[in-house]
T-cell receptor
Framework: ETGVTQSPTHLIKTRGQQVTLRCSSQ?????VSWYQQALGQGPQFIFQ???????GRGNFPPRFSGLQFPNYSSELNVNALELDDSALYLC??????????????FGPGTRLTVL | DQQVKQNSPSLSVQEGRISILNCDYT??????FLWYKKYPAEGPTFLIS?????DKNEDGRFTVFLNKSAKHLSLHIVPSQPGDSAVYFC????????????????FGKGTLLTVNP
């Protein structure tokens, strides 16, 4: 059973650019959540996708968008990058969205730096 | 508005002693709590959890205590080992039985635990 993987590991972009981060969920997991972890902070929920549809969103602007594909991979897209978007982006996969014990398994993250 | 607070940024203990990591929350809708451990360059790893219907959950060297009236939980590690050195995150979510989806984890800022040999 493979774990959650993310690519790339590190990325440097400039203000105003667009970026796509990728995540491959754990096999069989139909739910993926994305989190942003700024330096010195805990992860903050961006949104969740369940069966290829957005299933909930945190306090992030529309320029943060996502996609989930039938093969369990997913993308986080950020348009019009700002300096404050510099952070570690984590994806987490789980099986289902309800029930108290659907543990979320995290990937290693993508470190995005916006200059 | 920080709904989950870990007020100690760091904690240092001697190997073999007890480590106690604390967490407070403000949202009374939370009814499921989790602890994650994070090593550098890795994603958070689930450690232990507790439902609000319990006040204690134990798994080997790790025990989580929940004081619902005080909105406080703590993670005890006994005995502490150098390999336990990591950042520990407390997280909370609303359970499905509270009328909301449990999709969102709300994290604290984390506590860096250092266990000295």
């Amino acid at each position: 059973e493979t774990g959650v993987t993310q690519s790339p590991t590190h990325l440097i972009k400039t203000r105003g650019q667009q970026v796509t981060l990728r995540c491959s969920s754990q096999s069989g997991h139909n739910t993926v959540s994305w989190y942003q972890q700024a330096l010195g902070q805990g992860p903050q929920f961006i949104f969740q996708y369940y069966r290829e549809e957005e299933n909930g969103r945190g306090n992030f602007p529309p320029r943060f968008s996502g996609l989930q594909f039938p093969n369990y991979s997913s993308e986080l897209n950020v348009n019009a990058l700002e300096l404050d978007d510099s952070a570690l982006y984590l994806c987490a996969s789980s099986l289902g969205t309800t029930g108290l014990n659907n543990e979320q398994f995290f990937g290693p993250g993508t470190r995005l730096t916006v200059l | 508005d920080q709904q989950v607070k870990q007020n100690s940024p760091s904690l240092s203990v001697q190997e073999g002693r007890i480590s106690i990591l604390n967490c407070d929350y403000t949202n009374s809708m939370f009814d499921y709590f989790l602890w994650y451990k994070k090593y550098p360059a890795e994603g958070p790893t689930f450690l232990i959890s507790i439902s609000s219907i319990k006040d204690k959950n134990e798994d080997g060297r790790f025990t989580v205590f929940l004081n619902k009236s005080a909105k406080h939980l703590s993670l005890h590690i006994v005995p502490s080992q150098p390999g336990d050195s990591a950042v520990y995150f407390c997280a909370a979510r609303r359970g499905s039985n509270s009328g909301g989806s449990n999709y969102k984890l709300t994290f604290g800022k984390g506590t860096l635990l250092t266990v000295n040999p």
